[in-house]
């Protein structure tokens, strides 16, 4: 999670990478000369969920005002330098995204004088693979050229997603004749080899989101529309696709003993895969109906529903919660879950927050159909994406996913998050993540470990323009303090519990 004064507009690319332990024990890191840091990717690289290194990339000043250099800084677990790599580029080009597969390095790059958009692969040494490039219509380089004007501190990329050591699936508008879909194309980082998916069949419009990736299958959700999206009541499926071909596996309908809105897939339990998300009535229609409560459905590789599990707002957190049917909780708002969450220990932990106003579920479905950006697409307007939250809201469940405790944290208000800070340890059972406190302006961590959860205080610099947080190894947390005008970056660790 990322706290920072508005009125500074910057970014920063930093990601883990995957290195043996080296001899040295930094755990402090100075960046000097900094011109620029722009925030896009808040994610660490973990290697079966242990954190082993991290990248940064920032712009550097120079003497040259026709050439933009960028430093590509790499560090181990501890913050020693690995390596140090120089990148130049024109003032046509643009870093938009980064991210890591957890064997590779993927960069994102807008040549607006190319017109194009370029992936391009490093090793973890920082060697350079192979480049994707996708060449860009009139109307994406439009878009992208109002991103790149914008700055990506202001405009988030919810459209690329890393598939651990394998790739990541970039998704994105497509138009064909009379039909708005979008495409899900995947573009393997490990080999050179890619590939598109585009539903195109059964109606007139399609919306999807990408749910995960488990045991070689892609999950999407797909809504489709035969006719008008604002009349018409849409169909819903799960969609599975061969990771390796991107051949479609299965499209199953979303109804069971109630209709699923997916938000997600992950393995829980019996190493089995499970969709979770909200649950409304069979009849209901997902675009304007309020949901029933929380859903986990138990699903195999041909798409098969084994089990179906259901927590209602109504019966079950109502015992807990002063919450309406429709999920209103007194004072805090709709329910968002944003993650489901199970220790080694077999805990299962549903982490959420609170939006005090209502919102079209259909704009869950991410910022995919937006492209790149927020706004309107197809004429759809997108805007109710971007809610105003409120606070945290942990409930933890017992092994028959029936409510065994729920916990609120009060926390400044802020823009949706999807709390992408979430670090799980497998081997000691300890899950955390961070906030800002409401009533303190003070950054907190809770960590949920043997069976507890404790809330610590992290000290950042009162002095940095913006403080950013990280997972670290080892129980630590890693801070990064940015000066703006002092153009540098401090980072140090600190420890939980």
């Known amino acids: 999670m990322v706290f920072f004064n508005p009125i500074y507009k910057f970014t920063l690319l930093i990601l883990g990478s995957l290195f043996f332990s080296i001899s040295g024990f930094s755990q402090n890191l100075l960046l000097n000369n900094i011109k620029s840091v722009n925030l896009i990717n808040q994610a660490v690289i973990k290697d079966d969920e242990n954190v082993k290194g991290y990248f940064f990339i920032y712009e550097i000043d120079t003497l040259d005002n026709d050439i933009d250099t960028y430093k590509f800084t790499i560090t181990d677990k501890n913050l020693n330098i690995l390596k140090e790599t120089t990148i130049n580029v024109s003032e046509e080009t643009s870093i938009f995204k980064s991210s890591c597969t957890g064997s590779e390095?993927?960069?994102?790059?807008f040549h607006a004088d190319k017109k194009t958009l370029e992936y391009q692969i490093y090793d973890l040494s920082g060697f350079k693979k192979f480049v994707y490039t996708i060449n860009l219509t009139g109307k994406e380089l439009r878009q992208y050229k109002k991103m790149a004007l914008v700055g990506a501190n202001n405009i988030e990329m919810k459209n690329f997603y890393p598939i651990d050591k394998v790739g990541f699936i970039f998704?994105?508008?497509?138009?064909?004749?009379?039909?708005?879909?979008?495409?899900?194309?995947?573009?393997?980082?490990?080999n050179n080899y890619q590939w598109s998916y585009v539903p195109l069949t059964g109606g007139s419009y399609f919306f999807g989101e990408y749910l995960g990736t488990q045991k070689d299958v892609v999950y999407i959700y797909m809504v489709s529309y035969k006719g008008s999206i604002y009349t018409d009541k849409p169909e819903a499926f799960i969609v599975g696709l061969d990771l390796k071909t991107g051949k479609e596996l299965f499209k199953k309908s979303a109804d069971g003993t109630y209709k699923i809105l997916a938000k997600g897939v992950k393995i829980l339990n019996d190493g089995e895969s499970y969709l979770y998300g909200a649950y409304y009535k069979?009849?209901?229609?997902?675009n304007k109906d309020k949901s029933l409560g929380f859903a986990l459905w138990e699903i195999n590789d041909e798409g098969n529903i084994i089990e179906e599990k259901y927590i209602s707002w109504e019966k079950d957190f109502n015992e807990y919660l002063n919450i309406s049917t429709t999920g209103n909780v007194q004072g805090i708002g709709y329910i968002y879950f944003h993650n489901i969450i199970q220790t080694a220990s077999g805990d299962l932990y549903l982490l959420g927050e609170g939006h005090q106003k209502t919102f079209n579920p259909l704009g869950i479905i991410d910022d995919i159909l937006a492209g790149p950006f927020l706004g309107t697409i197809y004429g759809l307007n997108l805007n109710f994406i971007k809610q105003v939250s409120t606070d945290i809201i942990l409930i933890k469940l017992d092994s028959f996913y029936k409510i065994k405790e729920v916990n609120i944290y009060e926390k400044k208000s802020s823009d949706f998050d999807e709390y992408n800070a979430t670090q799980i340890n497998n081997k000691d059972s300890s899950v955390s993540f961070w906030f800002l406190s409401k009533k303190t302006d003070v950054l907190k961590s809770i960590t949920l470990k043997n069976n507890r959860i404790t809330i610590d205080n992290i000290k950042t610099n009162p002095k940095a323009t913006k403080s950013v947080i990280?997972?670290?190894?080892?129980?630590?947390n890693l801070i990064l303090d940015y000066f703006q005008f002092?153009?540098?970056?401090?980072?140090?660790?600190?420890?939980?519990?």
Do not use: M, R
């Open 486 to 497: 002092a153009k540098k970056l401090e980072l140090h660790f600190e420890k939980s519990n």
């Open 171 to 190: 998704t994105e508008p497509f138009k064909h004749k009379d039909i708005s879909s979008l495409s899900f194309n995947f573009y393997g980082t490990k």
């Open 470 to 476: 990280f997972p670290g190894s080892n129980g630590q």
């Open 282 to 286: 069979l009849t209901a229609d997902i």
């Open 105 to 109: 390095i993927v960069l994102l790059f």
